[in-house]
């Protein structure tokens, strides 16, 4: 299945673009799906432990299970007000 | 809309909390600063999470403080220096609950909501300020 990862703040930044396509097996967890974005994307690697993540307005964890499809948003630590 | 790209309208939120039962009003403006050169900050969120961040804290800070009205709004986008970047608005009967949701809804916002600076330096520098983790619960 095919997922698009949507990189933010620092991440698209240091990436050089805003979203990155993966493909996975199915049944994979955003857990693992995160272990192979760190394979494929040395640049940001280091900063997505601290990183939460979203399905539309929805906070997901590492244990969720993916789904073709799915937008996950990559939310780097945060600085708004 | 919690989030705009256009300039915060004090005006409009003070006539959307008008209550003639509130005595106290506080307002809370975050603006941009100049600080070791900074011109410019561009704001960005991650908008789905953002609205319903900020949605939440509203009636979060409305059901713990003895207040009548709370209201949020975040701009997004290029600020120069001394544009407001967030406004929190609170009306309650008496001003010590209102200083106290005001602070509450500004320190919470700051932890809850997808928002992230991108500071512009007169040197031609840009730099993401470092923030914190996400507040996720």
């Known amino acids: ?81 | 809309m919690h989030l705009t790209e256009t300039p915060l309208d004090l005006e409009a939120l003070l006539a959307q909390t008008a209550d003639d039962s509130s005595g106290a009003l506080v307002v809370f403006g975050g603006t941009v600063r100049l600080d070791d050169g900074v011109q410019a900050i561009d704001y960005t969120a991650y908008a789905p999470l953002a609205e319903k961040a900020l949605a939440a804290i509203e009636a979060e800070t409305l059901k713990k403080f003895d207040i009548r009205h709370c209201c949020l709004q975040h701009r997004i986008g290029r600020l120069a220096l001394g544009e407001l970047s967030v406004l929190v608005v609170v009306r309650a009967a008496h001003r010590g609950p209102a200083f106290e949701a005001a602070r509450w809804a500004i320190d919470t916002l700051k932890a809850r909501v997808p928002v992230w600076k991108e500071e512009h330096f007169r040197d031609g520098r840009q730099s993401f300020v470092e923030g914190q983790p996400l507040q996720t619960t």
């Open chain 1, 1 to 81: 299945m095919q997922i698009t990862v949507q990189l933010h703040g620092v991440l698209q930044r240091e990436a050089g673009t805003a979203q990155i396509l993966l493909e996975l097996p199915q049944h994979t967890h955003v857990g693992e799906a995160l272990s192979q974005l760190e394979s494929l994307s040395p640049d940001i690697a280091h900063r997505l432990s601290l990183c939460a993540c979203a399905i539309g307005d929805r906070v997901v964890h590492a244990s969720n299970l993916l789904h073709e499809g799915d937008v996950l948003a990559l939310l780097p630590p945060i600085s708004g007000g």
